[in-house]
RNA sequence: GGCGACGUACCCAAGUGGCUUAAGGGGAAAGUCUGCAAAACUUUUAUUCAUCGGUUCGAAUCCGAUCGUCGCCUCCA
């Protein structure tokens, strides 16, 4: 079956066509490590790990590379920006290379609980300096670049189709505009691909180049890294919706100029998660983090179906009641593969109704071939498991398949984490069951209520009871 | 100022010309079960898709206007 992605380049859905027959190069905007990751940020890269999964159901062998930023860059184009990753070092008081390998591991940490996949490699932007000098290099030998006070900059004028990812409108960009205008720079549009260190201070990180000692500029990294890894041409790359109209922008410019071939042939952007006050940004000072979630007692993977239930091309306001319905939602999926385990064994006679059965893997495989319409996929799983027609031990074999595209850890529907439980409370208990046994019903309540006061719910099931520790 | 997106039930949300007199989840209500609860399960919950016009045999889906919400144009997923 065909799968449709939609284009930026177009602004349309297209089908999916391969460089490569069975394969899929997939080059993503990863995390800029001066600071940690929102789960806005994860929005978008849990987006990525959608389409790659969707892709590998498809049986695509995916070659997936995501770029670290460890090289800081200015806050804004202009000479008064900061440099983010030195400003995180005055700071705290470590290197900028030390903040970089932290805030790299906890995001990497942070990926894994929301069960993303990891990406076949990640690339440094500070392993590869070379190949973004060469990238500059080529771009001289073509005429493409000039050298201002500050820094090397990208001619944006010398071609004909800058903004077509965009479709900017570059007249109408001047009116009204808040940019800080640079005066050595010949067209608005045009970009540094290296900034000079400051004539009167080091960097910690600087580089030698043949223009001066400085450091690239941000948009180099990924037309770099993406042609040292996926060659000049490949299949897709995403990003977040801002990277439209400035970086990957920017990026196409840098590699079709230097590469004289296209560059990606799918250009996929992720929408924003957004607060009630606007977009989520770090700026803000407090964000939201996965740890932040798990503080308050959620799941990470809580926040994944969240994100599900949403398509990625739509805006998705943020609110605490809507990844409380997702928990919900998301524990009683849960509860019922469980219950499906403890029937599979017993209802082994039933015959399937192998046109349900079909009908139900079609229209999933539809749902997310159709531009990852994942709210749908999740409303066929649900289907799935309500139809009567279908064995409890094929609808688990179903959802199991299903939750490879997912990533909802269905299978493993008895592994909640398990919560220390003290001792008074389990004395309690125990003289609840004993109380329930004398069929002194009234002490049994009591009992419940003050173990509940205590922060443990009492919930009798076949055959003995069950705790559930109340989180706020 | 320029550019763009969106507005579907109490909440989230899919659907973008006939398959739909609008999926799915959450919430709420009723029922089954239970010592009682809880959980689980079952059922119910939009003749209607911001508003008003138009195109069409046929529109939530296309066009226009109006109102509303938001994003981008500056680092940003």
New binding site residues.
């Given amino acids: 079956m065909d799968i449709t992605l939609f284009n930026t380049l177009g602004r349309e859905k297209q089908i999916f066509k391969p460089i490569t027959q069975g394969k899929a190069g997939v080059y993503t905007?990863g995390?800029?490590v001066y600071d940690y990751q929102?789960i806005?940020?994860f929005?978008?890269f849990m987006f990525e790990d959608f389409l790659k999964r969707v892709l590998m159901y498809n049986g695509y062998d995916v070659k997936h590379i995501m770029n670290i930023t460890d090289v800081g860059?200015?806050?804004?184009?202009g000479d008064e920006g900061e440099d983010?990753m030195e400003k995180g070092s005055e700071r705290t008081g470590k290197t900028v290379w030390e903040i970089a390998e932290y805030y790299t591991k906890v995001f990497m940490d942070d990926a894994k609980l929301l069960n993303i996949l990891p990406p076949e490699k990640y690339t440094k932007a500070t392993e590869y300096i070379k190949e973004q000098v060469d990238m500059i290099k080529c771009l001289e030998e073509k005429g493409f670049i000039y050298v201002t006070s500050d820094g090397v900059y990208f001619d944006t004028s010398k071609l004909s189709d800058y903004g077509k990812l965009a479709?900017l409108?570059i007249e109408?960009?001047e009116?009204?505009?808040?940019?800080g205008f640079n005066e050595e720079k010949k067209n608005k549009t045009d970009f540094a691909v290296w900034k000079f260190s400051p004539k009167d201070g080091r960097r910690q990180m600087e580089w030698d180049s043949p223009w001066g000692k400085g450091f690239p500029g941000?948009h180099l990294e990924c037309s770099a890294m993406s042609k040292a890894t996926l060659g000049v041409t490949f299949d897709i790359h995403c990003?977040?919706?801002?990277?439209v109209?400035?970086?990957h922008t920017n990026e196409i410019a840098q590699s079709e100029a230097c590469n004289g071939a296209e560059s990606a042939h799918y250009w996929m952007h992720?929408a924003?998660?957004?607060e009630e006050t606007?977009?989520?940004?770090?700026?803000k000072g407090e964000f939201l983090r996965v740890q932040t979630l798990i503080d308050k007692g959620y799941s990470p993977l809580d926040y994944r179906y969240m994100c599900l239930?949403?398509?990625y091309r739509?805006?998705?306001?943020f609110?605490w009641?809507?990844l409380?319905?997702?928990k919900?939602?998301r524990?009683?999926l849960k509860?019922?593969i469980k219950?499906l385990k403890e029937n599979a064994a017993n209802f082994t006679n039933i015959t399937n109704d192998s046109n349900s059965v079909n009908k139900f893997k079609d229209k999933f495989l539809a749902s997310i071939n159709?531009d990852l319409?994942m709210?749908?996929a999740?409303?066929v799983v649900?289907?799935t498991l309500?139809d009567e027609s279908i064995s409890p031990a094929a609808k688990l074999e179903m959802i199991s398949e299903f939750d490879r595209v997912l990533g909802l850890d269905l299978e493993k529907a008895e592994a909640e984490i398990k919560q220390d439980v003290p001792a008074e409370v389990i004395a309690l208990v125990n003289e609840r069951i004993a109380a329930?046994k004398a069929r002194d019903?009234?002490l049994?309540?009591e009992l419940r209520d003050k173990v509940k006061s205590l922060g443990f719910?009492?919930?009798?099931?076949k055959g003995g009871v069950k705790l559930k520790s109340i989180k706020n």
Avoid at 175 to 179: H, Q, V, Y
């Fill in positions: 905007c995390p800029t929102h806005g940020n929005r978008t860059h200015l806050v804004s184009d983010k479709r409108d109408g960009l009116e009204g505009s808040r940019i941000w990003g977040g919706i801002d990277h109209p400035v970086h992720g924003f998660l957004e606007g977009k989520m940004s770090k700026s239930g949403t398509h739509k805006r998705l306001l609110s009641d809507v409380d319905s997702a919900t939602a524990v009683r509860n019922r219950a159709d319409n709210p749908e999740l409303a649900w289907d309500k329930k019903f009234k049994a309540d719910e009492i919930v009798d099931v």
